[in-house]
């Protein structure tokens, strides 16, 4: 397991805010953990995946989409939150995060 | 040898999101075109006015006649490709765009889908297609070759390193989609077609596609294309005639005509799509970059 910091996780966090804010293009203010991405903002899964080829790409991260999909058919995506905490996952385990 | 290729889309997106993306002198232009080819079809202008076929027909003009709009506003621009691509539909728009055949025969194409349509309906034959993101061709190929054979379901293109077209029996599709879900893709869903392009299974029913497609009077394009079907250069009457006509019943590689056009030098790709619909599904090197008519519009890509 990767250790993951405050500080990781706040870069994180902006990066995705970021991501999602000029992709769907609403204010940053108006994004907030309880935001839906695809029913408040609009976004879909091919913005999904360049988020995690952003993602992977940043922190050198070696992750199959495939465990991504089966870690979402347990935890869906609800909420920012929600993609918050699969993204800290990911850079934590990795493929494994289909286990946590 | 190639620096600039242009890409077509051709059907998929809907005319909302294409004309929403469009200036105020390009609808104009727009406008201007689909008046000619509304007439001439005998669609109604107003598009709530056309029912059943004919509103199929009056939605599947809308990305044929963008297309042409975005590529005369590229070329205006100064943008001028070195070489091109069609994706599926957009195959047919390229070769229009490119000067092979004439506009009104690409909207005659497009005309011929709908009777391709109505045959199905009336046999009461059904197919479909779908789109599985999260899994990398030869991934999805594995998991689906042991379930299905491939008279009842095929990989009908794969767009890039994640993104995948399915096409087949409409039960077949459906059991596809359940499967990818399960073993994990991020996304798996039914276009809800009623058709299942680019499965051999389609070519006892584009009979009239095929005979309009063979007829054409074809000229040599005025720039070169990539096939989609065997990534081979297409230059000549036959080479551009031979892609239109195994449109419709053949597999696509996308993601291996991009790979294509960037090992024959191709550095920046433009999207002809009004809405950027190629970009997103598409994936190139990281030398390389796709331009979407928004970005020229901005200012983002100069010459």
């Keep these: 397991m990767r250790e993951i910091t405050d500080a990781i996780k706040n870069e994180i966090k902006d990066m995705v805010i970021d991501y999602y804010a000029e992709e769907c293009e609403v204010d940053k203010s108006e994004i907030t953990m309880d935001t839906n991405p695809t029913e408040d903002l609009g976004s879909d899964s091919l913005m999904f995946v360049e988020l995690i080829e952003m993602t992977a790409d ?24 929600d993609v918050l905490d699969m993204f800290y996952k990911i850079y934590q385990y990795g493929n494994d995060v289909v286990n946590q | ?91 047919v728009s390229a070769s229009a765009c490119f000067g092979s055949i004439k506009h009104t025969d690409a909207h005659d194409i497009v005309m011929t889908h709908l009777s391709m349509f109505r045959g199905l309906q009336e046999k009461g034959i059904k197919l479909n297609m779908g789109i599985v993101i999260g899994f990398p061709y030869d991934d999805l190929k594995e998991l689906l070759s042991g379930k299905f054979n491939s008279d009842e379901l095929i990989i009908g ?66 720039y070169p294309l990539i096939s989609v079907f065997d990534q081979t250069v297409l230059q000549t009457v036959d080479e551009v005639k031979k892609e239109n006509l195994h449109n419709v019943c053949t597999p696509m590689r996308w993601d291996l005509a991009l790979k294509k056009l960037e090992e024959l030098g191709v550095k920046q790709f433009f999207d002809v799509s009004a809405n950027g619909a190629i970009k997103k599904f598409s994936r190139v090197g990281r030398k390389c970059k796709v331009y979407t008519l928004e970005d020229v519009i901005n200012g983002d890509y100069t010459l």
Excluded at chain 1, 59 to 64: A, V
Excluded at chain 2, 5 to 34: H, W
Excluded at chain 2, 40 to 49: A, P, V, Y
Excluded at chain 2, 61 to 80: A, T, W
Aim: with cysteine.
């Design chain 1, 58 to 81: 940043k922190y050198d991260l070696d992750i199959k989409l495939q465990s991504i999909g089966k870690y979402m058919l347990k935890t869906p995506m609800d909420t920012m939150a």
């Design chain 2, 157 to 222: 293109s794969s767009n890039s390193s994640f993104h995948n077209m399915i096409s087949g029996k409409a039960e077949a599709v459906e059991k596809a989609i359940e499967l990818c879900i399960s073993e994990g893709a991020i996304k798996a869903f039914p276009m809800n077609t009623g058709t299942a392009f680019h499965h051999p299974l389609m070519e006892q029913y584009s009979q009239e596609y095929i005979g309009l497609c063979r007829n054409l009077d074809y000229k040599e394009p005025k």
């Design chain 2, 1 to 91: 040898m190639y620096n600039r290729a242009f890409l077509f889309n051709g059907i998929g997106s809907k005319p909302e999101k294409l004309l929403a993306q469009l200036t105020p002198e390009m609808t104009d232009k727009y406008e201007s075109y689909r008046a000619e080819a509304f007439t001439r079809l005998g669609l109604d202008m107003d598009m709530e006015k056309n029912t059943g076929y004919s509103a199929q027909a009056a939605e599947w003009m809308v990305p044929f006649l963008c297309d042409r709009v975005v590529y005369e506003y590229f070329i205006d621009k100064g943008i001028i490709p070195d070489i091109g691509a069609g994706y599926s539909s957009g195959i």
